[in-house]
C-alpha cells in the first residue's frame, strides 16, 4: 500500500508563491504518473497537473497554465508543485496522487493512491 504525504501548504495573500511536496512510501513510483488535484468548499474536484515517470508527459490545467509548475524527484520519491502569482480562486485543499499503468492521465478515477491534502489560502 502506497503512502502519500503532502506538506508545504499555508495561509499567503494574492501574488506570493508556495511550494507543495508530496513524499510517497514505496519505490514504486518511480513508474506512476503523479498528479496534483484540488478541491475547494463546496465545489468539485479539479485537476491541477500531473507529470509522467521520466517527466515526458507535464500536463497543465487550464486555471494554473504559465502559474504552477510540476517536477519530480525519482531519487527523493518526491513529486512538487510550485505556485506562483496565487490568486484567492487558487484557495482549495490540494491532494497528490499516483496512477500506476498510464503513461499519462488527468482522470481522478484511475489515480490509485491519493493523500490526505494539504490546504491551501490565497487571501486578497
Known amino acids: 500500500q502506497v503512502q502519500l504525504v503532502e506538506s508545504g501548504g499555508g495561509s499567503v495573500q494574492a501574488g506570493k508563491s508556495l511550494r507543495l511536496s508530496c513524499v510517497a512510501s514505496d519505490r514504486t513510483f518511480s513508474r506512476s504518473v503523479m498528479g496534483w488535484f484540488r478541491q475547494a468548499p463546496g465545489e468539485e474536484r479539479e485537476f491541477v497537473a500531473s507529470i509522467n515517470w521520466n517527466n515526458a508527459a507535464i500536463v497543465y490545467g487550464d486555471s494554473v497554465k504559465g502559474r504552477f509548475i510540476i517536477s519530480r524527484d525519482n531519487a527523493k520519491n518526491s513529486v512538487y508543485l510550485q505556485m506562483n502569482s496565487l490568486k484567492p480562486e487558487d484557495t482549495a485543499v490540494y491532494h497528490c496522487?499516483?496512477?500506476?499503468?498510464?503513461?499519462?492521465?488527468?482522470?481522478?478515477?484511475?489515480?490509485?493512491?491519493w493523500g490526505q491534502g494539504t490546504q491551501v489560502t490565497v487571501s486578497s
Open positions: 496522487a499516483a496512477a500506476r499503468g498510464y503513461y499519462s492521465t488527468q482522470d481522478a478515477n484511475v489515480y490509485d493512491y
